[in-house]
């Protein structure tokens, strides 16, 4: 049974990077936050700032321009931006998401030509799954096809809820290449905005993250080289899988950090307002809810930090602890945003106060990068098995 290991403590680097992360969330994201969600467009000057501070390519290794940092460091980087705007936080956890596929199976040619430009930021990176009719059951129902022809791919189909899709330079796309072959007839493939065929569709209007943009992206006989094939064809399928590992912690952390911000306001409104004569917070129906936020948030935190470090150790239970990190996490997020609209009251439920979009924030976590119920069953069947 996998059990946590002990606790270790920060590096002099990650200590440095998440003080100048602090910084800039007090300064240059917190202040825009409530306008990036009313006004519902990516904030490209955000963008700008991560990119300048080298946060968009943490994880990347420094030979491909990175910072060579670890996932640990990246999770907390996440977490942090997520307490002041989850809509921010969603650009440095998609680009980690968008370049995995490249980092973990490219070759090094698709190494050195993709990943300096994610790593810079001048290029962003979407990752392309899920389909209309294949969401949780990603394999079975995917319809996008890739054939070849000569030395390209050409790819017929579309995509949908792709998060950053009509912002991305660089996309990594999963279609089917053998409908004959289930999952192991799926192959991963580079594809790039400007490839003929390739096209945005409709943009969601969604209940929060409205600062990211998710869109649909259509293929049109859309050409691919060949070489922009991932690994070997009939791959893709367990390199998504594998992407997801490393990257269900982003969403996780994203999710903390939504929970920690909605817990800090709330605790500093519980503080000021008095009712019956004395601070909310320190009457019993208030204060135990604190209590209770407070604890869920430290709890998820662990099993948060402990999933990072399993993915820079690779280890070989790594898809569990991301996916219990991920359901843990999310629940956290929704449940503490929840409350902490309800310690506020009537001011709770109005936009002028931080924690309604908090708590329309929080409910995504539950649903994207694989739904809860989603998490459950893999956490399921690393206990007893598939069922046959
Ligand atoms: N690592 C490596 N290989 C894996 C793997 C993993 N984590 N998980 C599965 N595989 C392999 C299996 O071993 C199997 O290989 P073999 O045939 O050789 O044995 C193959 O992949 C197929 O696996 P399953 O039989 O388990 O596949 P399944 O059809 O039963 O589905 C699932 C598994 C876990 C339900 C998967 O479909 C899933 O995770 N669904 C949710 C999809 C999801 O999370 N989408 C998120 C989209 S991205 C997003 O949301 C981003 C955003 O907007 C920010």
Known sequence: MAVATPHQAASEEEVLILQAVREIVAEKVAPRAAEIDERGEFPQD???VFAENDLLGIPIPAEYGGLGGTFLTYVKVVEEIAKACASSSLIVAVQELGMLPILIAGNEDQKKQYLPKLASGDWIAAYALTEAGSGSDA???????AEKRGDTYVLNGQKIWITNGSVADVVCVFAVTDPEKGAGGISAFIVERGFKGFNVGKLEKKMGIRGSPTVELVFNDCEVPARNLLGAEGEGFKLAMKVLDK???GIAAQALGIAAGALEYATNYARERIAFGKPIG????VGFMLADMKTEIEAARLLLYEAARKCDEGAPDVTLWAAMCKLKCGDVAMRVTTDAVQVLGGYGYSVEYPVERMMRDAKITQIYEGTQQIQRLVIARNLVGKPR
């Open 139 to 145: 394999a079975g129902s995917m319809r996008t096809r």
């Open 282 to 285: 320190q009457q019993q129906g």
């Open 247 to 249: 990257s269900r912690p």
């Open 46 to 48: 955000i963008r700008k």
